[in-house]
């Protein structure tokens, strides 16, 4: 009987699952994935990317593995915003002098959406 369950756990939720690079940064997704990443240029909401790095590919009975990377495999992503994120102050100061700078920096990022995995 437990042969049976793990049968249709492994029917019903077959997926692909890649490691991707993307601005500077490793991520591993499925279709539907929602990720924030450091802001792709001349882009907008709405538009559609694809992405080439990918490092992993496997679903749920085998994976490959790229020498760096695995060809002929895309990964499509469509960006829903492109926002600021928090903002981080940074303090510079030493001690029993008067000195004291405080520095902000907001960084520019694209909430994308995962659309599809091409094999």
């Known amino acids: 009987?437990?042969?049976?369950?793990?049968?249709l756990?492994?029917?019903f939720f077959q997926f692909m699952?890649?490691?991707i690079k993307t601005q500077g940064r490793q991520f591993t997704v499925v279709e539907g994935d929602i990720l924030k990443v450091n802001a792709y240029p001349n882009t907008s909401a709405g538009d559609s990317i694809e992405i080439n790095d990918i490092i992993m590919l496997g679903d749920g009975q085998s994976a490959r593995f790229g020498n760096p990377k695995i060809k002929n495999v895309t990964v499509k992503a469509t960006i829903l915003e492109n926002r600021k994120d928090k903002k981080i102050t940074i303090i510079k100061k030493k001690r029993r002098q008067g000195y004291k700078r405080v520095k902000g920096h907001r960084q520019h990022l694209s909430v994308i959406k995962i659309s599809s995995i091409e094999a």
Not at 1 to 7: G, H, I, L, Q, V
């Open 9 to 11: 756990f492994s029917i």
């Open 17 to 19: 699952k890649a490691t």
């Open 1 to 7: 009987m437990y042969s049976a369950d793990k049968t």
